[in-house]
């Protein structure tokens, strides 16, 4: 039988990533001089801005929807699911050893999140895997993460690779990609005239609660899809994690989809057009690569399976 359901992974200490704020960024144009005079070493990490003004502002539809209450019916429903695959004997137990690696991956990603949403810092992050044939993962409102045994397997995903994936499906949760579609279709049913104030808007709340059970069926759009793999990149270089592997996973996940799509291209279309924009990207996000400590350990995807 399989561990009961896991508790909340917690990260190691918050490190201070790109955009933070910081003194050293109100003086970027005197320091960005002596770099190129070579006066001073290579920028540190977390000062380096990396994709970030390739990424623009929240959407406002955010704003209509309480994160609290987005981020409560995600764990509702992300316990939901545990306690069905506990049932099932498919939740992996914490020694597996593909949760092992999941949860280190994790754990070096996600002291760079709250660069991008300062909630985060609060989040219950929770890493889980579901021994199910599916090649599918996602990250819920709040931090929690399921990856599908089946996408580990078939793919034979490298730690890399595996970074890729994590870190662009913790982009929509930093983004609250969910809770603006939430916000989209609560204001639509609800009507138009609420847009014009943020005042008096329990019954949007209330909306978005009650559509806490399809949160895993939720669309995002092109855009949405475009932003977390940029983030996901920048995330993923941050915590030692090579982005060229960006391109490989694409490629394998094209291939994957030659047959019948598989559930996690559903949402994730994989294209040549979605590779020459990763590719594009690589230049803004291989310094923070090169600047980043390596993991300590490397891990090896499981058996392929038939």
């Not at 994590?166 to 939430?182: K, Y």
């Not at 960006?246 to 047959?259: D, P, R, Y």
């Amino acid at each position: 039988m399989p561990d009961q359901p896991t508790q909340p992974l917690t990260p190691p200490p918050l490190a201070r990533a790109g955009g933070c704020g910081c003194p050293w960024h109100a003086r970027r144009s005197f320091t960005g001089g002596l770099l190129a005079l070579g006066v001073l070493g290579p920028m540190p990490i977390w000062a380096q801005d990396g994709v970030r003004g390739d990424v623009g502002r929240q959407s406002k539809f955010t704003k209509l929807v309480s994160a609290d209450q987005v981020e409560q019916a995600s764990t509702q429903q992300y316990g939901q699911l545990k306690r069905e695959a506990f049932a099932k004997e498919a939740l992996a137990p914490g020694s597996d050893p593909q949760v092992v690696r999941l949860r280190a991956i994790a754990a070096r990603i996600i002291p760079f999140a709250t660069a991008w949403n300062g909630r985060a810092a609060q989040w219950q992050w929770e890493i889980n895997l579901i021994r199910q044939k599916d090649l599918n993962a996602f990250c819920m409102p709040g931090g929690k993460i399921a990856f599908y045994a089946g996408l580990l397997a078939r793919l034979q995903l490298s730690d890399d690779e595996v970074a890729m994936i994590m870190g662009h499906e913790m982009a929509h949760a930093l983004r609250e990609h969910a809770r603006e579609r939430m916000g989209k279709t609560a204001a639509t049913r609800i009507g138009a005239g609420l847009f014009s104030s943020l005042l008096g808007l329990g019954n949007l709340g209330d909306a978005a609660l009650n559509m806490g059970a399809q949160i895993l069926t939720l669309k995002f759009s092109r855009e949405d899809e475009s932003e977390a793999d940029l983030i996901g990149l920048d995330l993923a270089a941050r915590a030692g994690y090579d982005p060229r592997a960006g391109v490989t996973l694409w490629q394998k996940m094209t291939k994957a989809a030659e047959g019948a799509p598989p559930e996690f291209l559903s949402t994730h279309p994989a294209s040549t057009t979605r590779i020459q924009e990763i590719e594009a990207a690589l230049p803004k996000v291989e310094p923070l690569y090169a600047a980043a400590p390596r993991p300590p350990k490397r891990y090896a995807p499981p058996a392929a399976r038939p």
